[in-house]
T-cell receptor, first 115, second 114 residues
Framework: ETGVTQTPRHLVMGMTNKKSLKCEQH?????MYWYKQSAKKPLELMFV???????ENNSVPSRFSPECPNSSHLFLHLHTLQPEDSALYLC??????????????FGPGTRLTVL | GESVGLHLPTLSVQEGDNSIINCAYS??????FIWYKQESGKGPQFIID?????DKRQGQRVTVLLNKTVKHLSLQIAATQPGDSAVYFC?????????????FGKGTLLTVNP
């Protein structure tokens, strides 16, 4: 285990539903990330939080709303999603946001299917 | 443009053989690279990294080679084992480390046959 847990592991939702993804890291890291991994596409960074403050929003649609109440927890609130949003959503954490200094540790992901 | 891609989407090898996974990048400003391994049902895992001031870096059973002239990166796995079966992808950083911005490749599926 990497020390990063994600729940739920699988989620099926309709386009009108509201759901949330949860990520928790037990590593004492200061930075947390949301990534989207679609089939046949490269891993895409969505959001970066450092010391609970959002430092990166990679042009993510507003139907994805992140929340970081503390350095150990990260949420991704989902609302009015589209079928093309179906993907594996990965959470990661690191001590520092500089990848040359600190390795990112990834959770197992939440497999999201939007019907 | 800025892109990171892989030459082969799938690679099948026999147990004990050496594996070579390739990655091409187009941004000559990229000066830091990472290889990740992603097993089925798991998130990506850091394997090895290399800075552009190096041509080669070795880890445990893995070697990364960097050819800046042709913008090519490769991951060599020695004596491939069934546990090495996974998707491998590379990532590049051209931010100079000042503003985290990794660009990821699509990945190559490595299958190790017993």
């Amino acid at each position: 285990e990497t020390g990063v847990t994600q729940t739920p592991r699988h989620l099926v939702m309709g386009m009108t539903n509201k759901k949330s993804l949860k990520c928790e890291q037990h590593l004492g890291h200061n930075a947390m990330y949301w990534y989207k991994q679609s089939a046949k596409k490269p891993l895409e960074l969505m959001f970066v939080y450092n010391f609970k403050e959002q430092t990166e929003n990679n042009s993510v649609p507003s139907r994805f709303s992140p929340e970081c109440p503390n350095s150990s927890h990260l949420f991704l609130h989902l609302h009015t999603l589209q079928p093309e949003d179906s993907a594996l959503y990965l959470c990661a954490s690191s001590q520092d946001t500089n990848p040359r200094v600190d390795t990112q540790y990834f959770g197992p992901g939440t497999r999201l299917t939007v019907l | 443009g800025e892109s990171v891609g892989l030459h082969l989407p799938t690679l099948s090898v026999q147990e004990g053989d050496n594996s070579i996974i390739n990655c091409a990048y187009s941004n000559s400003a990229s000066d830091y690279f990472i290889w990740y391994k992603q097993e089925s049902g798991k998130g990506p895992q850091f394997i090895i990294d290399i800075r552009s001031n190096m041509d080669k870096r070795q880890g445990q059973r893995v070697t990364v080679l960097l050819n800046k002239t042709v913008k090519h990166l490769s991951l060599q796995i020695a004596a491939t084992q069934p546990g090495d079966s996974a998707v491998y992808f590379c990532a590049e950083d051209n931010s100079g480390g000042s503003n985290y911005k990794l660009t990821f490749g699509k990945g190559t599926l490595l299958t190790v046959n017993p």
